[in-house]
């Protein structure tokens, strides 16, 4: 099993198009400390399968910029399966973009399904003919192969467990259920990578063992945004932040996991750009940052 970050920002990219904090700006004047990012997702391969973990709208980039996720032949793609942690619409819209009559499977809890194609007509526009997207379901702590659309086995295992989240904004009317957010152990080969992206509070024991963890590192402080003139803080947007005696930092500071590595990074994080203090105190506790293109696991 190999593993390729695709995208290593959180929902808005960097820069973000209507933000002016000091990463966006570095981006725009191609100051060298800060590199541009997109949409959080990652792949995993394993022989001739491809699963991706989280459909970005940054995603034609993201494939266009992975050799090994294009199509091999006239049409078709090496893209097995999709799998995603929540309903959120940086992690769902990408599906749109890969709707040109190809089958998908796409691997969801029943909530996060339910949230995307009940209460959003414009999925309509992934039905449009039998088969074109086979939904299945993850059950939470049941380990499943993943399968392509046909029914093909990848090789590729994947087993969700509820990470403490929320409902996307835009489903806020729902009534919150465990199946809203979730991370992912991916397992092939007698390697696990541990995915998750979004989360309130890590579990105990979270990435224990595996060969990378892959966790939320969208905001360095809690009042990130609220610095610059927003108005919610981390924890209402369910996302832990790396820093203080509460912070992921400190609470994972026990995971055995060889590799611990933060994606899913807001802009506004200071730790993006080199040289900064943050970035240090990150990497001096033997954590990694993505960057968008990262390989792992080779
Ligand atoms: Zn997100
Ligand atoms: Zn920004």
């Not at 290593?8 to 198009?17: D, E, K, R, Y």
């Not at 990848?154 to 199946?179: C, N």
């Not at 924890?235 to 994972?252: F, K, N, T, V």
Request: proline share 7%; aromatic share 4%; hydrophobic share 40%.
């Amino acid at each position: 099993m190999r593993a390729r970050i695709l995208g290593s920002a959180a929902g808005g990219g960097l820069p973000q198009w209507n933000c002016g904090c000091d990463n966006c700006h570095a981006v725009r004047r191609d100051d060298p400390r800060v590199r541009a990012r997109t949409q959080d997702s990652l792949a995993v391969f394993r022989g001739e399968h491809a699963v991706v973990c989280n459909a970005s709208p940054d995603i034609r980039d993201q494939l266009a910029a992975a050799p090994r996720l294009h199509p091999r032949g006239v049409r078709g793609t090496p893209i097995s399966a999709i799998v995603l942690t929540n309903g959120d619409l940086d992690h769902v819209l990408g599906l749109f973009s890969l709707r040109e009559s190809q089958p998908l499977a796409i691997y969801a809890t029943a909530a996060v399904r339910r949230g995307l194609v009940e209460h959003n007509a414009m999925c309509a526009t992934l039905s449009r003919f039998p088969g074109q997207v086979v939904w299945r379901t993850l059950e939470l702590e049941r380990e499943v192969e993943l399968a392509d659309p046909a029914g093909a086995p990848t090789g590729i295992s994947v087993r969700a467990f509820p990470l403490l989240g929320k409902l996307p904004v835009h489903l806020a009317k729902l009534s919150p259920s465990p199946e809203d957010n979730v991370g992912l152990s991916l397992r092939a080969d007698g390697r696990e990578l541990v995915y998750a992206p979004g989360c309130a509070l890590p579990p105990p024991g979270l990435g224990d063992g595996a060969d990378a963890l892959l966790f939320d590192g969208t905001f360095w402080t809690s009042d990130e945004l609220i610095r610059l003139g927003g108005t919610a803080r981390a924890e209402d947007m369910a996302h832990i932040p790396i820093s203080g005696p509460e912070g992921s930092l400190a609470l994972l500071g026990r995971c055995t996991a060889t590799r611990r590595i933060y994606t899913h990074i807001n802009n506004t994080n200071p730790m993006l750009a080199l040289g900064t203090a943050q970035r240090r105190e990150v990497v001096a506790a033997g954590w990694e940052i993505a960057e968008d293109g990262m390989e792992l696991l080779s």
